[in-house]
Structures are given as structure tokens and as C-alpha cells.
């Protein structure tokens, strides 16, 4: 099973990574029926990639796990990790279950892990740095997610807007970042902003030695 979750995350980072590959999904992913393993978010941090599988075990549960993968020289991912996963506290199947856990919220964010890996980045002990995941579940009527880089000293680009691939999105924090996230919905033909924004953080950076 791990080695076919595994073929599953290298092939999302490899989809994800194609050119189109950022377009809007006609529809967030669903675990239900016969579909057992959904991929239900990618997030690629220059040529670190990390992916988010729920999967149906047998017992009857949902689990969630997080895999990350890097790209070589040719810009190829890769054989991805499993670095953590666990049984969900909902049932992401059912929308009293969802509507339960976000308890009237557009969305609900939390920390999931954090994990030492290898950036290659000077900042870290060896090209070491210790990256903190957040997951957000969003409401059903939620098409994507507004993401702002409010790091101190980070240039000012605008947001970046983040398609939803399921109700559960992931984002993965360098030490030092600060995001603030906001929940998008469909307006006719367009999008605008809904509810209000939330900040996400990373591990406090660590000081220079100097």
C-alpha cells in the first residue's frame, strides 16, 4: 500500500509540475464510491514538492498522509518519503461531518507537523531546516484560497491564489514565513474574497551567528 501511495504522490507533483498544470480543477477530488486513494493537495516550494493523500482504509476509516519528494537536475521528482499520516477525525465523505468540524467557519486551519529536511538553503545547519505544515478544511462553496507572503522583508507580488484539489488544503512553511490565507468563492463569472483572513507561520528562523 505505501508503495502505491508513494507512485501516487510522484505522479501528482509530476501533473502538477506540467505546464497547465496550476488550471483550476473542474471539481475537488472525492473520496467516495469506488475511488479508495484521492490526492487531496500539492504544494511545490521551488524544488521541493509535497503531497497530501487521503486514502480509505480497511477498516473503514480515513487516513491522511504526507509524502515529499525532490527534483533532480533534469527537473524529474524523485521517489517521494512518506514523512507523517494518521486517521482523520471526520469523515470528509460527509457533509455533516465537515460542517461538524468547521462548526459555521469558512475555514479551519491547523498545525499538522513539522519536519527537519534538507533545503539546500544557507539559512539551515547543513542545508537542513525545520519546515511546518498547516492543513485548511474548507466549506463546500470555497474554490480556492488567496495566499499572501507577509514575511518581513519578502517582496510584495500580490497574492498568490491557490486552487482547492479537495475540501483539505496543505501548505508547507520555510522558517521565518508568515502567510495570511483567505477563502475565494465562485461570483458569476469571477471570484471574490469571503470571510475573514487568518495568518499561517512557520518556525521562528533561526539567528545568525554573528
Given amino acids: 500500500m505505501r508503495g502505491n501511495l508513494a507512485e501516487t504522490a510522484r505522479a501528482a507533483l509530476t501533473a502538477a509540475s506540467a505546464p497547465g498544470g496550476d488550471a483550476f480543477p473542474a471539481e475537488p477530488a472525492r473520496l467516495d464510491g469506488a475511488t479508495t486513494v484521492v490526492v487531496a493537495d500539492v504544494c511545490v516550494r521551488g524544488d521541493l514538492g509535497f503531497v497530501l493523500l487521503l486514502h480509505r482504509r480497511t477498516d473503514g ?9 525532490g527534483r533532480d537536475g533534469t527537473g524529474a521528482w524523485h521517489a517521494p518519503d512518506h514523512l507523517s499520516g494518521g486517521v482523520l477525525r471526520m469523515e470528509p465523505t460527509s457533509p455533516r ?20 529536511l534538507f533545503t539546500g538553503r544557507p539559512q539551515g545547519d547543513e542545508g537542513y531546516e525545520p519546515l511546518r505544515f498547516h492543513t485548511v478544511l474548507a466549506d ?3 474554490a480556492c484560497l488567496d495566499i499572501e507572503d507577509a514575511t518581513p522583508g519578502a517582496p510584495e507580488p500580490g497574492p498568490v491564489r491557490k486552487p482547492l484539489m ?7 512553511l520555510l522558517p521565518g514565513e508568515r502567510f495570511v ?3 475565494v468563492v465562485r461570483d458569476g463569472a469571477g471570484y471574490r474574497p469571503w470571510g475573514e483572513p ?6 521562528d528562523p533561526v539567528p545568525d551567528a554573528g
Avoid: H, K, N
Avoid at 97 to 116: C, F, K, M, N
Avoid at 198 to 203: E, I, L, N, W
Fill in 198 to 203: 487568518f495568518d499561517v507561520t512557520g518556525t
Fill in 61 to 69: 476509516y480515513v487516513a491522511e498522509e504526507l509524502y515529499f519528494s
Fill in 97 to 116: 461531518s465537515v460542517a461538524a468540524v468547521l462548526g459555521g467557519r469558512v475555514l479551519v486551519p491547523s498545525v499538522d507537523s513539522e519536519t527537519l
Fill in 181 to 183: 490565507v483567505r477563502a
Fill in 140 to 142: 463546500q462553496a470555497v
Fill in 166 to 172: 479537495s475540501r483539505i488544503a496543505l501548505l508547507a
